[in-house]
């Protein structure tokens, strides 16, 4: 069955640091979106993409953050001047479509440590 | 806004027992429902869904029907296993949006 992958699966980095974390959605899949889960709280959504552009993003997603799918396989998530805040696990998820029967299938996770 | 409420964790259980974890939602529209399990070390996988109220979603011996009467979405087992043993995730979404509204999750202990 296919399915998303992500790497690393564990990134530590310095506070300040600017970190992009990599995932390759299933191949036939449109819509892509990122999500973070700090250490005993909620899932929570950043931003979704389609067709090379952001269609929606949280208050979470503010500049520090940004997305982009550099070839036809890859979609990043950048974070610059990280913060020990940003220490999470982040989650890479991708759907056929934006209907919201159709479900969204998800990566195994790195996890962000920032020092 | 949407949300997602699910009854706190953990739940520790015997092998064999019979599970439910409650989960209720609000909703402006007519959202998809979701359970998500999380199995230590591993990342998020869909467990089952019910895209329409009187759905019946199942999977590996899990069950939840959509109740729109009620606004809940129970996830129930027969019969637990220890493998059982993760956190299991409430979501829904809907076409105002594109993004999974998520419950706080609730942690499975079985224990054999």
């Known amino acids: 069955e296919p399915e998303v992958t992500q790497t690393p699966s564990h990134q530590v980095t310095q506070m300040g640091q600017e970190v992009i974390l990599r995932c390759v959605p299933i191949?036939?899949?449109?819509?892509f979106y990122w999500y973070r889960q700090i250490l005993g709280q909620k899932v929570e959504f950043l931003v979704s993409?389609?067709?090379?552009?952001?269609?929606?993003k949280s208050e979470i997603f503010d500049d520090q953050f940004s997305v982009e799918r550099p070839d036809g396989s890859n979609f990043t998530l950048k974070i610059r001047s990280t913060k020990l805040e940003d220490s999470a696990m982040y989650f890479c998820?991708?759907?056929?479509?934006?209907?919201?029967?159709?479900?969204?299938?998800f990566g195994d996770g790195t996890r962000l440590s920032i020092l | 806004g949407n949300s997602v409420t699910q009854m706190e964790g953990p739940v520790t259980l015997s092998e064999e027992a019979f599970l439910t974890i409650n989960c209720t939602y609000t909703?402006?529209?007519?959202?998809?429902l979701f359970w998500y399990v999380q199995y230590p070390g591993e990342g998020l996988q869909l467990l089952l869904k019910?895209?329409?109220a009187d759905d019946k979603g199942s999977n590996k011996g899990f069950e939840a029907t959509y109740r729109k009467e009620t606004t809940s979405f129970h996830l129930e087992k027969g019969s637990v296993q220890v493998s059982d043993s993760a956190v299991y995730f409430c979501?829904?979404?809907?076409?105002?949006?594109?993004?999974?509204?998520w419950g706080a999750g609730t942690k499975l202990i079985i224990k054999p």
């Open positions: 998820a991708s759907s056929p479509t934006e209907y919201s029967n159709q479900p969204q299938h």
């Open positions: 191949s036939n899949h449109l819509y």
């Open positions: 019910a895209t329409k």
């Open positions: 993409f389609y067709n090379n552009e952001i269609s929606e």
């Open positions: 909703a402006t529209g007519y959202p998809s």
């Open positions: 979501a829904l979404s809907d076409d105002s949006n594109y993004q999974l509204i």
